[in-house]
């Protein structure tokens, strides 16, 4: 029985190899790779980020693969509530107005 540990640690290796040669020089000096510039997040947006990874992390285990369209499904139900509170404010506020 051969080993697969020698092909795994090669394919970690490319794997890791990739991402930092391009963080250590900096995006700019790698020939066919977009240029790339480390902007870090500000104020709350690392908690959201976490909190958002969590959350699928979270769904990912309770539910398996039936998260990722229940997750599309209830983003897209709170999109479309924000819109049309959004909408009725408007339309109240121009009505209001005539």
């Given at each position: 029985m051969?080993?697969?540990r020698?092909?795994?640690?090669a394919?970690?290796?490319?794997?890791?190899?990739?991402p930092?040669?391009a963080?250590?020089?900096?995006?700019?000096?790698?020939?066919?790779?977009?240029?790339?510039?480390?902007?870090?997040?500000?104020?709350?947006?690392n908690?959201?980020?976490?909190?958002g990874?969590?959350?699928?992390?979270?769904?990912?285990g309770?539910?398996?693969?039936?998260?990722?369209?229940?997750?599309?499904?209830?983003s897209?139900?709170?999109?479309t509530?924000?819109?049309?509170?959004?909408?009725?404010t408007?339309?109240?506020?121009?009505?209001?107005?005539?």
């Open positions: 051969r080993s697969w020698g092909p795994l640690a394919l970690v290796a490319v794997r890791v190899a990739i930092l040669a963080l250590s020089a900096s995006g700019s000096d790698l020939p066919g790779i977009p240029r790339y510039d480390y902007a870090p997040l500000n104020g709350d947006a908690d959201y980020y976490a909190a990874r969590e959350l699928i992390s979270t769904l990912l309770r539910l398996g693969v039936v998260a990722i369209p229940v997750a599309f499904a209830l897209a139900t709170l999109e509530l924000t819109l049309t509170a959004v909408l009725l408007r339309l109240r506020s121009r009505l209001e107005t005539r």
